[in-house]
């Protein structure tokens, strides 16, 4: 299993724990971005720059990613096409989006798009918290420990 981490938009926190993660148990961590990224010094975490412009980023995890591998995203589009490779995906959050979950997460966020496209308020996600680091971690934990039985 490699971690391919869509790194744009990741909370800091979140590479935190995928570093330590990494080290721990020996999993190598890309993080992918459009823009120059630092990384502790490690043979297990790396970075990869993308040219800029709508996806590219997305479209470079999705290139990379084999299956059983673990994509960490919050965007559901690029969730849905790893979980179509046979990866996994993790929002920041902690939210394991699968092949029962995926469909209705796209539903919704095609919903929202629609009605903020007519004008509606519709708000954003609350902001990042303790509990939602620690909901990431304590998933992280238990799809890392399941890899190695």
């Known amino acids: 299993m490699k971690i391919w981490v869509d ?10 724990i995928l570093f330590r993660a990494a080290e721990r148990t020996q999993t190598p961590v890309t993080l992918v ?14 970075a990869v720059q993308v040219p800029g412009g709508f996806d590219v980023a997305d479209t470079e995890i999705v290139r990379r ?9 919050s965007d559901i589009p690029l969730a849905a096409e790893v979980i179509d490779r046979q990866a996994l995906a993790l ?21 929202l798009e629609t009605m903020r496209g007519s004008g509606e308020h519709t708000g954003g996600p609350a902001p990042f918290s303790n509990a939602d ?12 420990a399941s890899r190695t039985g």
């Open 7 to 16: 790194a744009d938009a990741c909370p800091g926190a979140i590479k935190e």
């Open 33 to 46: 971005a459009n823009q120059a990224l630092r990384t502790p010094p490690s043979r297990l975490i790396s």
């Open 133 to 144: 680091k620690k909901q990431f971690a304590d998933q992280l934990d238990r799809l890392l």
């Open 91 to 111: 929002s920041p959050r902690g939210e394991l989006f699968s092949k029962n979950n995926i469909g209705a997460r796209l539903n919704m966020r095609d919903f």
């Open 65 to 73: 990613t084999d299956p059983g591998d673990l994509v960490i995203t």
